[in-house]
Every structure is written in C-alpha cells, then in structure tokens.
C-alpha cells in the first residue's frame, strides 16, 4: 500500500496536475471576478440599482474565495499534508528526516536546481547570515556540493498532493464559507445590502395591494 502511494507521489504527471490545478483555479476564478460583473452590467434588462448590487456581490464573492485560496488553502493544505507524511504515513523514510518544513524543503530545492556555480555563490551569501548551517544537516550540505543533488521526489509529491487536495476541498468547501462570512458585512457598510432589502420589501407590499378578485 505504501508502495503504491510513493509510486503516485514520485510521479511526473503528478507535479503536472499539481501545477496547471493552481494555475488553472487562480486564472479561472479570476476571470470571474471581472467577467461576470461586467456581464451583469452589460444587460440592458436590469435596472442600475440591481445591477449595482448584482455586480458588486458577484465580484466581492469571487475576489474574496481567490484570495482565500492563494492566501490560506493552499499554503495549510500543503504544510498540513507534509506534516501528515512527514509523522505517519512515512515516518520511516529518510527523504522526510531532513526538513523540519516544507518551506525548508522549498528552499532547498529551489537551491538545489540552480547550477553549481549559481548554487556555490547562493550558499556563500546564506552561510554568512547562517541560514544554510541552520537550515539543512550535513547530507543536505554534501548533496549541494554535488553537480547533480538528490532532489527527493517524494517529498515535493507530498506538498504537490496536498495542494490538489487544497484546491478541491479548499474552493468548494471552505472559500464559498468565507467569502460568504465577509460579502454581507461589507455590503451593509456600503450602504446597499439595505437599500436592495428595502426594495424587495417594497416590490413585496406593492404585490399584497393587488386586487386578485378584480
């Protein structure tokens, strides 16, 4: 069982889904928040003071589930699975032993890619405000001086997975709930969430006084 998950984490197609899902829920979400305000505004058949109250919930809904995804979804779904990974369901393998984070891992791997060169005047820079000699342990330090460093799929599988899962569950569950906690408070303190309860109550009181017999 346990091969079978590492096989799914190490995967190529895996960093695939991982990176066009982000890519694909950001853009997506915010083409939302300035095209369908501007279709609302575009149709001749509503009246201005809906319209205005249409496009403005439609674009603070979509804003703010955007910014709930990129600012809190992703970034706790993928610490929460590395630290699932990290402590349970692969707390026997090595690759896992060497970062206390995933934002360690990130930094190493961002180091790691570059060429040794690039990598030697990075270290040099790091060593003298004492990053790397917190940050990583002596095989990380050996694995930097190599021309080819071993760049632990596994556990970039582990932050990828979580952040699919994040983009799942993160956006369809927990963003709408936010952004709906916030979307009726701002529009109060805009003055509209009022005037469009009001009109309503209007159009429902004009509704009664009609003489259904006649």
């Known amino acids: 069982m346990i091969g079978a998950v590492k096989n799914i984490l190490t ?27 501007a279709f609302i505004w575009a149709d001749k058949d509503i009246d201005p003071q809906t319209k205005k109250y249409a496009a403005t919930k439609e674009f603070l809904y979509q804003a703010i ?3 709930t995804y990129m600012a809190l979804v992703i970034p706790v779904f993928k610490k929460g699975f590395f630290s699932l990974a990290k402590n349970h369901i692969f707390k026997n393998e090595d690759a896992f032993k060497h970062f206390k984070s995933a934002k360690e891992y990130k930094h190493y791997r961002s180091l790691a890619e570059k060429s040794l060169n690039n990598r030697n005047l ?3 820079k790091d060593l003298g405000s004492g ?13 930097l001086k190599k021309e080819k460093p071993e760049l ?3 556990v970039k599988g582990a932050i990828e997975f979580g952040s699919i899962v994040g983009s799942v569950v993160g956006l369809a569950i927990l963003a709408p709930q936010v952004s709906h906690a916030f979307i009726h408070p701002i529009l109060k303190f805009a003055g509209m969430e009022n005037d469009n309860k009001n009109k309503t109550e209007k159009t429902d009181t004009n509704t009664e006084k009609v003489d259904v017999k006649a």
Do not use: H, W
């Open 65 to 67: 589930c955007l910014l």
């Open 152 to 154: 632990f799929p596994l």
């Open 11 to 37: 995967s190529s197609n895996l960093a695939n889904i991982a990176q066009n899902t982000n890519a694909s829920v950001t853009i997506e979400t915010g083409l939302k928040a300035i095209g369908r305000p």
């Open 131 to 143: 990053k790397v000699i917190d940050m990583y342990d002596d095989t990380l330090k050996a694995e």
């Open 122 to 124: 990075t270290s040099q």
